[in-house]
Each structure stands twice: as C-alpha cells, then as structure tokens.
C-alpha cells in the first residue's frame, strides 16, 4: 500500500469522525470546500501532498506524520472484533448516514429511543460487508413502528 492510499483512507476516517457535510469536513480540517472534496473521494480526485497532510494534522492536533499510518479501518482491514466490541468506524458512519437520510428526506427528527433503535438496526445489518446500507427503509419503519408519546 503506498502512501497516497494510507492517506486516502485516513482522510475518508476523518470524513466518517467529521461529519458527511463537506462544509463541517472542510472546516474540522482547515481547508476549503472544494479541496475537502477532491481528497475525500473514492478514489481521490486530488491526493494529500507532505505539506498539505502536515497542515491538516497541525489543524487537528494529530501528531506529525499521522495521515501516514494506519488508523481505524485503515490499520487492520481484517481485524475481527472480539464479542462485544463495536467497530467505530462503521457505527460513525451509520450515524452520519442516518442524519444525512433525516436531513435529506425532511423528516422530523424521532425520539432518541426510536433514533437509537433504527441505528442499531442499520448498523446490525451493515457489520457482515462493512458498508452502511440505505438507513432510509429502517428509519421508517422505526418511526412508524415506535410511537412512544412524543
């Protein structure tokens, strides 16, 4: 793995970690809008040079030469989780694509107790290929299913 793809798959970990707007990723890194989009993508449009990756990990406080290693998903891609154990990249993302899903369908936000059922149902149903399915179906249901007075 060379050292564009490290970095590639730190900063798609730090989209998951700062939010799936590009304008809230922009600004947890201290760049623009347009270049937070370029280097986020899959594959990236632009890769994260030595300055700019130094830059980004002095604007989060990260240690020098963080973007370079391993971290996350990135560190052990086959990495079982023992019983118990969460994974945290996978759990931020369902949460990201949850409110995404929210936001986009103007849906009025449900109590936490109908929020966190459907999340734990979106990220139950995603941890077999690692990827967030649509939470759209299951946000629904949950809503519809769980009137709990509010």
């Keep these: 793995m060379t050292i564009r793809d490290i970095r590639a798959k730190n900063v798609r970990f730090l989209r998951s970690k700062y939010g799936p707007k590009n304008k809230d990723f922009a600004e947890a890194?201290?760049?623009?809008e347009s270049y937070a989009s370029q280097i986020s993508q899959d594959p990236p449009i632009t890769n994260v040079g030595?300055?700019?990756?130094?830059?980004?990990?002095?604007h989060l406080n990260l240690e020098p030469?963080?973007?370079d290693r391993g971290h996350g998903d990135t560190a052990n891609e086959?990495?079982?989780?023992?019983?118990?154990?969460?994974?945290?990249?996978?759990a931020a993302k369902c949460v990201a694509a949850m409110m995404e899903a929210i936001e986009q369908e103007n849906l009025k936000m449900p109590s936490p107790r109908i929020f966190g059922a459907a999340l734990i149902t979106l990220y139950?149903?995603?941890q077999s290929n690692k990827r967030v399915i649509d939470p759209l179906p299951i946000l629904r249901l949950a809503i519809l299913a769980g009137t709990d007075g509010s």
């Design 50 to 58: 030595d300055n700019k990756a130094r830059e980004i990990e002095k």
């Design 78 to 90: 086959n990495q079982q989780l023992k019983s118990g154990q969460i994974d945290e990249v996978l």
């Design 65 to 67: 030469g963080w973007l």
């Design 124 to 126: 139950t149903a995603s």
């Design 29 to 32: 890194l201290g760049i623009s």
